[in-house]
């Protein structure tokens, strides 16, 4: 699986913005996918995961303010950011895993990840 991650900018605190992850390959469908972000000097940590039955988790520290989808025709999985806050500044990467269990750890043997997009919100 080749994942093509999309949509990140600089935003005000308060804004939104969507990030897409396209991802290639058949079986897209059958994957859990996950995004993660990497703020600097800091480890890659778990955002947001969506199974392949739309079963969702979110860190605590996102819930109720981004909300993950995905479109199986598309072969994409989004994720949407509202009332962004500048501790969201950092690159975001998006995972692909066929294990759900696997799908919100950073260190899977068996994820994909996707090239990062960088996210800045500015105070």
């Known amino acids: 699986v080749q994942l093509q991650a999309s949509g990140g900018g600089l935003v005000q605190a308060g804004g939104s913005l969507r990030l897409s992850c396209a991802a290639s390959g058949r079986t897209f469908s059958s994957y859990s996918m996950g995004w993660f972000r990497q703020a600097p000097g800091k480890e890659r940590e778990f955002v947001a995961a969506?199974?392949?039955?739309?079963?969702?988790r979110y860190a605590d520290s996102v819930k109720g303010r981004f909300t993950i989808s995905r479109d199986n025709a598309k072969n994409t999985v989004y994720l949407q950011m509202n009332s962004l806050k500048p501790e969201d500044t950092a690159v975001y990467y998006c995972?692909?895993?066929?294990?759900?269990?696997?799908?919100?750890?950073?260190?899977?043997?068996?994820?994909?990840w996707g090239q990062g997009t960088q996210v800045t919100v500015s105070s």
């Open positions: 969506i199974s392949y039955s739309d079963s969702t």
């Open positions: 995972g692909a895993d066929p294990s759900w269990a696997q799908a919100m750890r950073v260190r899977s043997s068996s994820k994909y």
